[in-house]
């Protein structure tokens, strides 16, 4: 249906879009993300004729869209931009039967098949009871809605979309999404579809297209394409990806932002002690700073671990519910032995994972490494042991270990330690 072929574009002689390469059948539904300027809604300007490529070719069922009149490239794609302002006082009937103008001849006036099928496009979006009011009159949610009306009663084969429900509430966007799904799916239109929504982009569209400055990043299949690898590369924020337990569909959720002056410095290298999630902030705190960061020992399938996997940190694990191990323990005294910092987090401590605490006194008195205590619950609410664990804090205080309660104390001590 569409081929865009080896397609370049500069404007006031910079580079908008290098080498984009990709087809559109009947029946896809393709979206293209990417952040600002990453040249997404100048790809579409190209694809339905309003700029050409200064270098290579788009080709509609085989032909060169250059070659196309206006009308003949009307009847074959449509195009709800991203903006539209309309100042002449049209009726919201006369702006959707817009939609059918390819059709008519000079001078030739709307059958009742054109009128039909405005009425049908304008019942579809929710905006035939608007059908007498002035489009200066009316709401710039319901002005997108009469757009699309307009570009679906154009019925082309091609439908473009750039972020057309960016003006509309939730339960409209959901609804004009799945009416262009219903017909990409029933009568097989091609879409295109644009969107700052990862996550709408990514229930919707069967195949995304990531551009990151001009040039196609990745491409494919959703899930090969929201990854947050690729997320973390084109946008420099960590995200969840994760499939929907009820729709089975893939969501991203954004964790936090990193430039890519922030992703390159190394403030200095923190081993974290932790487990049952009292090192995931923590963690996220200190990367979202710049610091090298490990942790251990916990357990498989532990927040701290998962954390640690998102991440990509260093970390020393156990099986689920298992004691830290020998083997364990000096896999964590190798990773502190590279840290110049050690934060022991606000973990309870039982038999099996007195080890943990054990690291950290050995840190601080055999290494002579700086160690802070994140005591956010006292150490009496925490041990599980007998007394045990509390007996060897008050050693690991002796030593010199630096009791803070609060998390923004703790950034600020490390800040200080680091500058």
Known sequence: MLEVKEVSFSLNGKKILQDIDFTLSSGDFLGIVGPNGAGKTTLLRLISGVVYPERGKILIEGKNIESLNYRRLALKIAMVPQNTFINFPFTVFDVVLMGRTPYLGRFERETERDLSKVKECMDLTGVWHLRERRVTEISGGELQRVIIAQALAQDTPVLLLDEPTSHLDINHELEIISIISRLNEEKGKAVILVSHDLNLAARYCRKLILLKEGRIFAEGEVEKVLTPENIRSVYHLNALVRKHPVTGFIYTVPVSVQTEEESRKKRGKV?????????????????????????????????????????????????????????????????????????????????GNLLNLKVALWAVRERGIKVIVHDGTPIDKRDYTGGEARRMFSSLLREGAVVVEKEDELLFMIKEYFS
């Open 271 to 351: 081993h974290l002690i932790g487990g049952g999630g009292s090192a995931s902030k923590i963690m996220k705190a200190l990367i979202d700073r710049g610091y090298e960061v490990s942790i251990g020992v916990v357990n498989i399938f532990d927040a701290d671990f998962e954390t640690a996997q998102f991440f990509k940190v260093p970390c020393v694990v156990e099986a689920p519910f298992s004691p830290i191990t020998s083997e364990s323990y000096r896999k964590n005294m190798d990773l502190i032995g590279k840290s110049q910092m050690v934060v022991l987090c606000n973990v309870p401590f039982g038999s």
